[in-house]
């Protein structure tokens, strides 16, 4: 059983979240401004992309983690859905149903929540609220040490590191990328992110001093679109707090004050209906690191709430 943890008692006062999830699969018993949790077990994407294999495991073990946490907000309510596989390597299908289930979840006005999976969830993921909101400007803050945005090559398809690409090919592009690495891009990629308005704030402009300059990108961005959608790939994270990712970083950012600053910032904004967190790969984890710090960091929306 996964959702499972210590017992304070049944009081409001005492609960974790264990004991206020409830797993559903109907998606008529939705509610809004309910949470609603899938998982997106599926890293057909990263093996495309050449990368370490093994986050199609990561949704369970992040539950796991998010179990335990105390219940913040008396009106809490979380629904878990379980998890899309991805059958016969059929990326696209998987991809594709994800997509269906978002906009089920956000034309009954509630919150959608995936933990990956390797980062091609979230094409899947921006594709559903693309469907639910076809009129609106939907900004997407990629926190992430790579721009995601390869040119698809056609015998290899879709990948972990196309997505970005693949959104850019049907319409402008609104996203702010937070944690970009030099060293994990190319001129190439540069260049793409200069001609199709990818705006990004560079990993080494992440620091305490510097906090007014990143809430002004942050805000001047969320201000000029309609709903916002985050996404987090763990791969931005330094290897000694996040190791078990596809592609390590051993010059990643921290979670730190300056990182939970902004974090919490963006968490609060009542724009944000969509999180998803990619690229946990628990076969190169230690002691489940980078899974409790990717389900503290869906905690910390919990807690905004």
């Known amino acids: 059983m996964i959702w499972q943890g210590r017992f304070d008692g049944e009081d409001t006062l005492s609960q974790r ?7 559903e699969n109907n998606f008529e018993n939705i509610s809004e401004n309910d949470f609603i949790l899938q998982g997106f077990a599926v890293d057909e994407g990263v093996k495309r992309n050449k990368g370490r294999v093994g986050a199609k495991d990561a949704p369970d073990i992040i539950r796991k983690n998010m179990a335990n946490f105390p219940v913040t907000t ?3 309510s979380l629904k878990d859905f379980g998890n899309i596989t991805c059958e016969n390597q059929n990326l696209e299908e998987a991809q594709n149903k994800l997509a269906e289930n978002v906009v089920e979840i956000l034309n009954k006005n509630a919150k959608s929540i995936v933990l990956g ?27 992430d040490a790579h721009f995601d945005n390869r040119e698809i090559i056609p015998e290899i398809g879709a990948t972990s590191g196309t997505g970005f690409f693949q959104i850019a090919q049907n319409e402008t592009l609104n996203s702010l ?31 305490f001093e510097n906090l007014a300059q990143i809430y002004e990108k942050i805000n001047t961005f969320s201000s000029s679109v309609n709903v916002l959608y985050l996404t987090i790939c763990m791969d931005v994270f330094n290897a000694s707090i ?8 051993y ?5 730190d004050a300056t990182f939970m600053h902004f974090f919490r910032h963006i968490l609060k904004n009542p724009k944000l209906l969509a999180m998803d967190i990619a690229e946990v790969n628990p076969s190169l ?5 980078t ?5 503290s960091l869906v905690n910390e929306w919990f807690m905004a709430d």
């Open 177 to 207: 990328h937070i944690g970009i690495q030099k060293n994990s891009n190319t001129l190439k990629l540069f260049d793409f992110a200069h001609q199709n308005n990818m705006k990004y704030i560079l990993a080494e402009e992440l620091f």
């Open 74 to 76: 008396q009106n809490f």
């Open 17 to 23: 979240i264990f004991q206020r999830v409830k797993v």
């Open 242 to 249: 996040a190791p078990g990712v596809s592609a390590v970083a």
């Open 117 to 143: 999976g390797g980062h091609e969830v979230m094409f899947a993921h921006y594709s559903g609220l693309r469907k639910a909101f076809p009129n609106k400007k939907i900004g997407i803050i990629n926190i």
């Open 251 to 255: 010059n990643g950012i921290f979670a």
């Open 291 to 295: 899974s409790r710090l990717a389900a």
């Open 285 to 289: 984890d230690f002691q489940e690191k």
